[in-house]
Nanobody, 127 residues
Framework: VQLVLSGGGPVQPGGTLRIPCGGSGDFGHNPGMAWFRQVPGKERDSVALIHRGAGKVAYSDYVKGRFIISQDYAKRTMYLRMTSVKPEDTALYFC?????????????????????WGQGTQVTVSS
């Protein structure tokens, strides 16, 4: 099982960036997929969740209305589209997958630590 990120990089405040995360291997029938981010010296924070089986999409408050999580199931790729980015969005972004949630993700998904992680990609918002 592998998650591979591409994209990331510098972006100006107010700009747009899309990060793909490709998956390979057996994630099970109905995995939950999520994005997290981390800045040096701080805890890893949740960003967004998508769970195809439950038809659920969720966002942490600080990105709600600006970021969009999506999934192309046929391509086994998840995306994070970041719009109206702010300097405080600067972080190392990770994609993650959890096969054990079953039919729906837990309500406290934002504090969980999924089983599978991508390698992380740096996003830097600066003028």
């Amino acid at each position: 099982v592998q998650l591979v990120l591409s994209g990331g990089g510098p972006v100006q405040p107010g700009g747009t960036l899309r990060i793909p995360c490709g998956g390979s291997g057996d994630f099970g029938h109905n995995p939950g997929m999520a994005w997290f981010r981390q800045v040096p010296g701080k805890e890893r924070d949740s960003v967004a969740l998508i769970h195809r089986g439950a038809g659920k999409v969720a966002y942490s408050d600080y990105v709600k209305g600006r970021f969009i999580i999506s999934q192309d199931y046929a391509k086994r790729t998840m995306y994070l589209r970041m719009t109206s980015v702010k300097p405080e969005d600067t972080a190392l972004y990770f994609c993650a997958a959890e096969p054990s949630w079953g039919a729906r993700p837990p309500s406290d998904w934002a504090t969980t630590r999924p089983t599978y992680w991508g390698q992380g990609t740096q996003v830097t918002v600066s003028s």
